[in-house]
């Protein structure tokens, strides 16, 4: 019902555009930083569980959360990612550290590495990719950087605007 009372008006609804997908100049790597570190924490977490070997259904239900967990947050990392890539980084910002591309094609690789297998290492890596993109990020912004271990598990070290 609401669909055809949509139709019968559509004609009456102004179109809109936006050439990103958030409001300009609100643009924050943190977001990929906590999904990356998430994923680790999901894979560190799905380990500690596995080596209990149950078979029990709370064990099977518990391991499959940490899988979707897993896989969510490193879709969520992608996603992240993509739109600061493809959305803040423009000519000037490419011609600086044109080994952006690099970098965010093997955030897209690793990410989806975590979601095939649950390799510590993978996460790990996701994570590194990360920081070298956040402090790219800050410095196409003027924003120094600072490395300090995050306060919570994974307790990895990450890159924060030294604000």
């Known amino acids: 019902m609401i669909k055809s009372i949509l139709d019968r008006h559509s004609n009456q ?9 958030i ?6 790597p943190a977001p990929a930083m906590i999904a990356a570190l998430t994923v680790v924490r999901m894979i560190d977490l799905m380990e500690e569980l ?3 070997k149950s078979d029990t259904l709370a064990f099977h239900n518990t391991m499959a959360r940490y899988v979707r967990e897993k896989e969510d947050q490193a879709t969520l990392c992608k996603e992240e990612v993509r739109i600061i890539w493809g959305d803040y980084f423009k000519a000037p910002q490419m011609e600086k550290f044109p080994e952006i591309h690099e970098v965010c094609h093997n955030i897209m690789m690793t990410a989806s590495k975590t979601k095939q297998e649950p390799n510590k290492d993978h996460g790990l890596k996701l ?10 990020f800050w410095q196409t912004k003027g924003v120094k950087v600072k490395k300090a ?3 919570y598990p994974p307790s990895l070290e990450v890159v924060y605007p030294d604000l």
């Not at 409001?23 to 924050?28: G, Q, R, V, W």
């Open 127 to 136: 994570v590194e990719l990360v920081n070298q993109f956040s402090d790219i």
């Open 149 to 151: 271990t995050c306060p």
């Open 50 to 52: 596995n080596a209990k």
């Open 13 to 21: 609804i102004e179109s809109v555009s936006a050439h990103c997908d």
């Open 23 to 28: 409001p300009c100049k609100i643009y924050d």
